[in-house]
């Protein structure tokens, strides 16, 4: 392909091609009684409507929505929005598109740093653990798990919700812990184990496709305990692995989100479990405020209240 | 032993013997120098103070605070408080004592009802689950646990937090169970299980002695999740055993204390789970009435307001 | 009437007839000058707009919003969307229309148990109250408020918001009721006339009509006390109604709601209301989730959060 | 008697008489196995502790609990206590010890004003009401309670939990409703009518002992209840009281309590409504602050913590 | 200008004039490539759209969006809504368009009562305080803001969230507080004065402009702080002002939004602060309900739920 | 003096000396007429009573409630409970009894770490801001109130309640912030001087005395404005210190207690001020934890729950 148009840059009167998330497809009956298909297109740039009048059974065939598209159409207008009749368009994927452009983080958000790199500097912290029965936990978890971690969003809907935010969020509470561990005079060991832990069973909570949703697993169990259960599975097959030890890395997972004012959860009982509460709840909003002030569009100093931490925020 | 005299009958003069559950024990040393033990004794019917002043260090060793002693004393008074002084004193066990009449439900609020009638009962009530998978899990988790679930209370302060409550609260909840799972047309099996299995995990939040308290397990953990643990263990070793009947079957127990106006707790999400989750809180909110009614000593109709529904209650 | 066409069979062309309810009704002027009536028709099957371009006054005058119509319309489809042309249009009633096949539950959504078969199975119940004024104060109000108790809802927008909702709650509580009784070691007979008459003043507190909504006294007095009224206006008519039952029965109504968490209600304080209470929440809760999971639309396995539960549920 | 001595001025040694509330009172055995009579009196100065030893069963028909007492005793002092050696006790009444100075305002904390005047300032304000039919409702049912409304406390251990509280309470809230009613251009007569009957069932709601208690009809059904029962039975015997009228006033009393964050109560929703409650809560928080400011003993410009406000008050 | 057509009388076919606030703007580019300008013009009677078609540049500099402007132009209609052909339009202020019937409460919404006229009521209302610092701290602040309060709202979209609201509000709240000093026998001048004062700082905390906004020092220190610091400048300036009193009233005005129920914030501590923090609370209520049952536009006697106080209001 | 006896130290029929703190005298009559004093004498260790029998007018001038003593005594035992006999007290000051060995920190809790090193660790500190008006401003503050921060206690009975607890919250918390300004990408100077300044109130809000207590300012305004009026008044002695600048710091400092969920706070609108909010509520509730584990006292792993936590905290 010669050139990739992101959806932005779509005009009345234009040829294009490109790759897009498939977001909506139906088949429907024209007027006419002939079949045709509806579209909708997405990349990280905008959302487009489009329609495929030929070949439909065929093309209808090709993908599905929800999947990567890859597509060559005319642009025309209907009723004063743009529209694109479809004339080609098939699956995409980065074993048979990549080295035509296609890259997942064109078409989804994604984490502005590389997945790789990040992955690598995880890698680095790992090894600061010096408790080796600890080091190795998380190690093999990473590693068995590490096709989903490096595209896992951090959440649906709220703090880092895109591609490869889960690693992002980690990698920042890690690097907070190892500030706090000494000034708090806890076992940094320990610590660091449970940033590195407590939210692993996210991967298994949401799906591993382009649009993330809750698994079965994840509705029903929920990350928190899925993290628990990833830990203690592992942790058995360590010789020697510490009764107590495992405890303590349990309950600092259960309890991560035990907000001291709620009814009904867990909460954090002794300081490392404390610490990784309050380093998670830092992280989340910290995040979440920032999302708010680069997402607000509107041309005033103040944000508008419709952000997580609904107030208006100072955007200079 | 001739006779055993229950503490409420205990009068100034007596020399009395019987059993009885120590639950404080200091070593101290009198204003001449000597050592002494001052101890509490306590049975169903009451509470009394004893002083061992002879042989202190030998009968030191005989017992804990905490356990069941076997006692012989001497009834005196002290500033118009009744007080033993103990002659003889040594650890009670039902292998030993038990011909002499010793009975922990002597020493310690037990439930009303007999403790292996209420097996056999429950035994007969997992008989009537239909899908062989369950009732062998249901089966196998009651025999491995058998011993801790007959003594079992099934909280330490609030509803049926006596010796056999859990049993008992579990038997109510079943019969509750099959009333209205046909009313209600949901999957009798999967609510049977669910009843039988959502609480099992206090065997393990509980410690077994006659004053129970929470274990680290208990306190790190909780009895939910550990519930679940013990049914998702056992399930693994069933060949067969569904994948999404036991993901439902977890869902249930991880949610059974699920009440909607809770932030931070998972809810029932299906009819079994919310059937399950109701008849927890009916059948703890009818035992908590009860009890306060029973347990109010004020001379009128109505109770104080010190109990767990913080109301008076009308108690004729 | 030959044929009664329900909306959801309509299409563009055709000439159709059918039973409606006319939701919305406004007489405007078209631009020539000209008046003409502007319709929303509904029934259980969906819903459509109308517009009558004849004998403008005299149709007018033929129907209001709000009641049940039978029209005669010629379908056409103006900017993508179907719409009826009316030709002919009048109120319909069971007396007038019923021969033709005129059923109000029809056109509103209605309990799906028939409701001649809940009344005589209701009658059945009252007839196993013991003690024979309770039994005569329930079949007094019951026999007084009949031809109400068939039709009303439970509730305008929550649990059995539909025709002959009442009716289908209160036998299901009735059930419950009959099973707990024994188990819980109650008075039966309070406990059902209890279930029978707690919510007996939504009669009151609801109007009439097809489209149910709150009446001056429902806003103002609510049906708790208009329930509560109801009883001790009959019970004050038969003679030696013993005083303290009256005050415990009314005590039942006025207190079922309350929630032991929340503030400034009446809390149920002995253990017949507590039970009262708890199997009107068990009921409610039971019969949100089931409509929730009826009527969700998702092409998932999980419902959408939109529901009064707020969380997604399994459909499977 | 020539003097009577309250309680607070009683030392060791002295023969006292005087009048007090008898608020505990049991027969006991003294180890000699003699029969006595322990008290406890009180008085709007304090509280003292009494013996009876001789004549205990003649004595002990002449009072109970909870009733006033005319008492002679010597003052002896037992364990650094004072205490009463009762020569001489029984039943206390206006009638018979009236000119001997009983008065039940002093053994009970009562309102500062004459309730007599409080009665007649009352009754002015009733003539105030122009609709007629108002008025003849209001002064009916003062009228027929007359007795009890000139004694009764406006709460237990609330606002004004004193006798002649209630009288108090509702004077002090006409005279705000009559000061506001012009301000916010509302219906005087409803909103007077609502002030003088919106806690009138508190005379049923509390007893009307020297120690007020709940009765069963308060505890089961409360004052909101009882008020506006009172209000319809007495409406109901006015030949012409407008039934909207009636509605609207049996709303202000049953939403009077609505805080419009509390769930589950009735909330006003129409002006005079929403004064209503309005005037209840200044009322009854500015009575509040000025018993705490009244009552701190602390030795400082700030009372302590420990009052119905929960924080410290400045008192100068 | 002959005549002022309001938006709502403007029909299609009409050449019209008047005064309008601008509320949108912007320069777009049609189809041919030609600017124009999109605009959209409010009064108080509606809403309208508007282009310009002609000397878009020249007309682009007279006007910005959130001023008032004065325009001639022709009514088309475009799918169905009207829409103005601008001809003329420029800014409009009350200097020189006032003389041609240019009023800003034409277009904002505004208190019905004259602003002039509250003004002067107010300036007598301040003659009521004894205590001369007092008087002259209250009259020196109103005086150095007269020009800010007489326009500004008592809030952006709660109680009187009109032009001159504020004045209106203070004014109400004024008469309450004269009412209610005697009954509650508190010191009128420091009550007076904290009614004047808790809420001046809104002159600061909201914009001055035809449609208010939040400014920075609103967003970042809120009118509570900003009040009170007004007030302690100015007191700072007048000789002898008794540093208690000074701390009291800074109390009352950072305590005045203080509900009992509510966390972390500043509670009143003595009768002064209660009752300010009463009568706002009061004012504040009954303006919501007014507005709500003048603003209901349902053809019923009782309103819709969407107002501030959630539940339908009674219209009669 | 040659020795200092600490209170725990004291045994039955010692002659000590030692430096307390009075924490309550009282004046009183013996039976035989004669007045003696009443004492609570306390240090770090513990707590006694005592009596001073002879002198009593002299040695009652010598001392105040509240203050520090020096004392000689004979200790004897009643009720067995030891007791000092008081043969001379006085007053003691570092200025007259340091060099015999009077610290303050001996007779109220204190913070383990030196206030000396902290004030060095803190002027250090400043020194990393690198806008010259902040660190002017931040400097200037310290230095006027030097004295007063040395000596202040964080809270009165929550975080760091002891001697110097301020300084070293204050300083821990700017570690943290130190460690995160990176981090979160966020202005280290104003963040620095957002932790170094927004409890400073706290020296105005608590009294200087050996036992703070809240003081009138703390009362009426509370240490948040207090602590932003200190910062705004030394600003503005500051030229040319920007005005937005300083906004941004007064609103850090208001809303550093702004928990999202709490109705009625001012909330953190931008990224330092949510983060100065953050690490408060970290270093407080850290703190919390580790006085609740070194406090709790109880023969187990587990704490009792009466701490500020309200869970039972695991203390190995």
């Given at each position: 392909m010669k050139e990739i148009t992101p959806i932005k840059k779509i005009k009345e009167g234009m040829s294009i091609q490109g790759f897009y998330l498939c977001v909506d497809k139906h088949v429907r009956h024209a007027r006419t009684g002939d079949l045709f298909i509806d579209l909708v297109l997405r990349d990280k740039t905008?959302?487009?409507?489009?329609?495929?009048?030929?070949?439909?059974?065929?093309?209808?065939?090709?993908?599905?929505?929800?999947e990567a598209v890859v597509a060559k159409a005319d642009v025309s207008s209907y009723q004063g929005r743009l529209q694109l009749d479809i004339k080609k368009i098939g699956r995409a994927s980065?074993?048979?598109?990549?080295?035509?452009?296609?890259?997942?983080?064109?078409?989804?958000?994604?984490?502005?740093?590389?997945?790789?790199?990040?992955?690598?500097?995880?890698?680095l912290l790992v090894k600061k653990i010096k408790n080796r029965r600890l080091k190795k936990?998380?190690?093999q978890i990473y590693k068995e798990n590490k096709e989903s971690i490096i595209v896992c969003p951090a959440?649906?809907?709220?703090?880092?919700n895109y591609r490869s935010g889960l690693l992002e969020c980690i990698l920042s509470m890690s690097g907070v812990a190892l500030d706090l561990t000494e000034r708090?005079?806890?076992?940094?060991?320990?610590?660091?184990?449970?940033?590195?832990?407590?939210?692993?069973?996210?991967v298994k909570e949401l799906s591993n496709r382009l649009e993330s949703e809750l698994t079965d697993e994840g509705?029903?169990?929920?990350?928190?305990?899925?993290?628990?259960?990833?830990?203690?599975?592992?942790?058995g097959t360590i010789k020697g692995f510490p009764k107590s030890l495992?405890?303590?890395?349990?309950h600092m997972i259960l309890a991560h989100r035990g907000q001291l004012?709620?009814?009904?959860?867990?909460?954090?009982?002794?300081?490392?479990?404390?610490?990784?509460?309050?380093?998670?709840?830092?992280?989340?909003?910290?995040?979440?405020?920032?999302?708010?002030?680069?997402?607000?569009?509107?041309?005033s100093d103040w944000t508008l209240r419709n952000n997580h931490l609904f107030i208006p925020l100072y955007k200079r």
């Open positions: 905008g959302q487009i409507h489009g329609k495929i009048w030929n070949k439909v059974k065929f093309f209808n065939e090709k993908f599905n929505s929800g980065v074993q048979t598109h990549g080295r035509y452009g296609y890259d997942p983080t064109l078409i989804v958000p994604s984490s502005e740093k590389d997945p790789k790199r990040m992955w690598e500097e995880l890698s936990l998380v190690t959440s649906l809907s709220s703090h880092y708090y005079n806890v076992d940094m060991d320990l610590l660091l184990a449970g940033v590195l832990l407590h939210d692993i069973g996210k509705n029903f169990i929920g990350h928190s305990v899925i993290s628990r259960d990833m830990v203690k599975a592992v942790a495992l405890l303590k890395l349990e004012e709620w009814r009904s959860s867990r909460k954090p009982n002794f300081p490392e479990a404390l610490l990784l509460h309050q380093i998670h709840h830092l992280e989340k909003h910290m995040n979440l405020m920032k999302m708010a002030l680069e997402q607000d569009e509107e041309n």
